[in-house]
């Protein structure tokens, strides 16, 4: 079993919603995380960064693709997070995935398998 593990993906029509849930483990949700983000991959494509909330503050931050429609959000009791995906264009097809990132380091500590969104026309 993963440290963060993806849920939620499915198939949907543009213009639908979904919501993505990562549940982490204890491990990946201590005191030595300091935030959670949401990234997505197309076939052949790079890994793109959508959102990440901070674990501590509840800040958060957007890529600009996705300011207004996305809302990213955790739950600390529940050691997960969410991502609520509204207005889905058929260009967000892709894997997301959840990772976890821990102070003072610049790479993400923590990656989880992914689940697939797929936007039809």
């Known amino acids: 079993q993963g440290q963060l593990e993806e849920s939620g993906g499915g198939l949907v029509q543009a213009g639908d919603s979904l919501t993505l849930s990562c549940t982490a483990s204890?491990?990946?949700?201590?005191?030595?995380?300091?935030?959670l983000s949401w990234f997505r991959q197309t076939p052949g494509q790079e890994r793109e960064f959508v959102a990440t909330?901070?674990?501590?503050?509840?800040?958060?931050s957007y890529a600009d693709s996705v300011k207004g429609r996305f809302t990213i959000s955790r739950d600390i009791a529940k050691k997960t997070v969410l991502l609520q995906m509204n207005s889905l264009r058929p260009e967000e097809t892709a894997i997301y995935y959840c990772?976890?990132?821990?102070?003072?380091?610049?790479?993400?500590?923590?990656w989880g398998q992914g689940t697939q969104v797929t936007v039809t026309p």
């Open positions: 990772a976890a990132k821990r102070f003072s380091r610049s790479k993400y500590s923590f």
């Open positions: 909330v901070s674990k501590n503050t509840g800040a958060t």
């Open positions: 204890s491990r990946a949700f201590d005191s030595t995380i300091m935030s």
